[in-house]
């Protein structure tokens, strides 16, 4: 045990622990799902995340120790994200098309997920600055900390409600569909990207190339929305 302990001290200690750490958490979390089926509920996303902050927690390791080596994937998601460009432009007449339902829906979608999580916080008394926090949930993490600086939240805070945002619609967003009788790939990615960003397309991504596609529209649509519509909202209230 104190020869394992060493060797963590050591490891943890180069660059490229953090890349390691990160992509070894993800294969385990990966077999894992692809054992049960590809459940939901099992989405190697949050789970790898739950687990390798539970390694840092137990080790003691400093967080900027870990993303020394782990700013290579972070360097990714930009291509990633652009990439998720590609499955739209495929589809740029369907899209030409419904370009007014898209418009209704990702409106709609944006001020109910910011708009109840607002009203819920504000129930249970909640400060200003967290409220403010709150209505930039629905958007990816680094655009929710810009919105949420603006409109005099904590950025931070942001980020973190956007994450477990993501992950919550990530690994439930099945259940709800099934519940509610929500068929069509196209109506339940778009609905995943609206509300659970990121890893809400990442999850569609997976299920349905259909789903994926209109996933990433309604992450771009919920961005562009939300950067514009919300520090005017509360500018005006």
């Not at 196209?186 to 299920?207: E, I, K, S």
Request: glycine share 12%; hydrophobic share 55%.
């Amino acid at each position: 045990m104190q020869d394992f302990v060493q060797l963590w001290v050591f490891l943890s200690t180069t660059p490229l622990f953090g890349l390691t750490l990160t992509l070894a958490a993800y294969v385990l979390a990966h077999a894992f799902y692809v054992r049960v089926g590809q459940a939901p509920w099992a989405n190697p996303v949050p789970w790898t995340v739950v687990l390798i902050a539970a390694l840092l927690l137990a080790s003691g390791t400093p967080y900027p120790t870990y993303f020394s080596g782990a700013q290579f994937i972070h360097f990714l998601l930009g291509p990633a994200v652009v990439a998720m460009a590609w499955p739209l432009w495929q589809r740029r007449e369907e899209l030409r098309r419904r370009w007014l339902a898209i418009l209704v829906a990702g409106l709609a979608g944006g001020f109910t997920a910011a708009g109840s999580a607002v009203v819920i916080g504000w129930a249970f008394g909640m400060p200003a600055d967290i409220l403010a926090s709150l209505s930039a949930k629905g958007v990816t993490a680094p655009v929710a900390m810009g919105i949420a600086e603006k409109v005099g939240g904590i950025p931070a805070l942001a980020a973190v409600f956007a994450v477990l945002t993501g992950m919550l619609g990530s690994m439930g967003g099945k259940y709800i569909f099934d519940g509610l009788g929500v068929k069509p790939m196209t109506a339940r990615g778009f609905a995943l990207g609206t509300c659970a960003h990121g890893l809400g397309a990442a999850r569609a991504m997976q299920v349905d190339r259909e789903a994926g596609a209109y996933a990433s529209l309604g992450l771009g649509v919920q961005v562009v929305l939300a950067s514009l519509l919300t520090p005017l909202v509360f500018k005006l209230f």
